[in-house]
């Protein structure tokens, strides 16, 4: 009974793959997606880790098209936002400039959708209460202060959950002392980042509970000295696919 009881509980934690080999082939047979192209790009920029440009190239498209585009389902319209949390070891990962370099190019696409790259969440409502069906870009480099703040400041209680609500594209009304901030049809993209243990340590359980960590996709990497690579001039292949994936 109890090998039978091992046994279940292997089979419930195997991961059933996303799809079969005869259709992995398929799918390596296709022409490589922008994703794939500016991953390739970005890796010649920086020693960053390759799974960072990943995130870049999803803020990118996310970015771009949430204003525009909805998926209906059984329990409403699904809106491709997307939030991502960058954690890394140290600096060596080079984090921060996996994310300045789609928001490089986002900024000359569209200057508009960075909506911030700090500030408070007071201001973050404000602004997301003027923008309504539109992609709203926050960035934030270290994340574990503003979950510090949410944590620690009596004022900042119930943000998890108003975040968790932003996120859904839900309708929201805030209550100030001299005002009231509506926001209406939000389309709010997070990308955030930080060192892991930093983060980690400012977390709670209300974090989770409410909801608001489960919407963010976790990407980390630890870094590598023997792959540091150094600044150099830049060349045909850094300009050139550049202008490809901008005029994309």
């Known amino acids: 009974q ?9 089979n419930l934690n195997r991961l059933v793959p996303l799809l079969t080999d005869a259709e992995r082939k398929i799918v390596d047979a296709l022409p490589k997606s922008f994703v794939d192209r500016y991953i390739d790009w970005a890796s010649g920029l920086t020693d960053a880790a390759k799974q960072y440009h990943q995130v870049g190239g999803f803020v990118l498209l996310s970015s771009l098209l949430c204003g525009s585009v909805g998926l209906p389902t059984s329990h409403g319209l699904l809106v491709p936002n997307l939030w991502f949390m960058i954690l890394a070891e140290t600096t060596l990962t080079r984090k921060t400039t996996a994310m300045d370099i789609p928001m490089d190019l986002l900024a000359e696409v569209d200057e508009s959708a960075i909506m911030a790259t700090d500030g408070s969440l007071e201001g973050l409502f404000t602004n997301l209460s003027m923008r309504p069906k539109k992609p709203s870009v926050f960035l934030r480099d270290e994340f574990s202060g503003l979950i510090d703040a949410m944590t620690k400041k ?16 839900k309708f929201q009304r805030r209550l100030l002392r001299k005002e009231v901030i509506e926001i209406r049809d939000p389309r709010l993209i997070i990308l955030g980042g ?7 340590g400012s977390l709670t359980f209300e974090h989770v509970g409410s909801g608001f960590l489960p919407r963010f996709i976790f990407v980390t990497a630890e870094g590598d000295v023997n792959k540091l690579k ?18 994309e």
């Open 2 to 10: 109890k090998n039978k009881l091992a046994l279940d509980d292997t």
């Open 154 to 169: 009596d004022y900042m209680a119930g943000m998890p959950e108003m975040l968790t609500k932003l996120y859904d594209g």
């Open 194 to 200: 930080g060192i892991k243990n930093k983060v980690t």
């Open 230 to 247: 150094p600044m150099g001039p830049p060349t045909k292949v850094t300009t050139g696919v550049r202008d490809t994936l901008l005029d």
